[in-house]
T-cell receptor, first 115, second 117 residues
């Protein structure tokens, strides 16, 4: 079955410290992986994606993610967290189902950055 | 980046009425649009996928007669919640994907919060 797992409901980090939000996936074929961020009462904002090429992908707002094929992971990272990074983060993988290509989302991880 | 808008951002209606939500891709042509529903503190649940000019494909368990989707142009899709009931109250988010160019990114609208009284 095609799926995305975000094992942590919440991640707490102090401002200025590095952060990691974990994501693992299960999909047939080559994975297309995405990270989105959601602020309260807003839609999702695209952060970054991995399609092919370098395993380390750089995205918006200083975020990056590393694709690890052997561990089927695509963890989101940032070297120095900001309080404004506090939000809900979703990992997603493109899957083909019923002849259609669509995104499957993880359950989301709430990131709380404390001053 | 690509911009997707939704209107209205918030709507309150009486039980039994119908509500229409519009989703527009502002600076690109979206051959495929998606409608999601999100419950509080939960992930997004895909309701349906619509391709311009053809009927929407609904996910299992989603009533197509209740959630009418129209994707009449490359920049506009609408979701109509017919005969809304309180259990339809939710946050509805649309998403659009650009015509196939090798890019795979879906861009999301800001969401519409529906409250049915």
């Amino acid at each position: 079955a095609q799926s995305v797992a975000q094992p942590e409901d919440q991640v707490n980090v102090a401002e200025g410290n590095p952060l990691t939000v974990k994501c693992t996936y299960s999909v047939s074929g080559n994975p297309y992986l995405f990270w989105y961020v959601q602020y309260p009462n807003r839609g999702l904002q695209f952060l970054l994606k991995y399609i092919t090429g370098d395993n380390l992908v750089k995205g918006s707002y200083g975020f990056e993610a590393e694709f690890n094929k052997s561990q089927t992971s695509f963890h989101l990272k940032k070297p120095s967290a900001l309080v404004s990074d506090s939000a809900l983060y979703f990992c997603a993988v493109r899957a083909i189902s019923g002849g259609y290509n669509k995104l499957i989302f993880g359950a989301g991880t709430r990131l709380a950055v404390h001053p | 980046g690509a911009v997707v808008s939704q209107h209205p951002s918030r709507v309150i209606c009486k039980s039994g009425t119908s509500v229409k939500i519009e989703c527009r891709s502002l600076d690109f042509q979206a051959t495929t649009m998606f409608w999601y529903r999100q419950f509080p503190k939960q992930s997004l649940m895909l309701m349906a996928t619509s391709n311009e000019g053809s009927k929407a494909t609904y996910e299992q368990g989603v009533e197509k007669d209740k959630f009418l989707i129209n994707h009449a142009s490359l920049t506009l899709s609408t979701l109509t919640v017919t005969s809304a009931h309180p259990e339809d109250s939710s946050f509805y988010i649309c998403s659009a994907r650009e015509a196939p160019t090798g890019r795979e990114t879906q861009y999301f609208g800001p969401g519409t919060r529906l409250l049915v009284l």
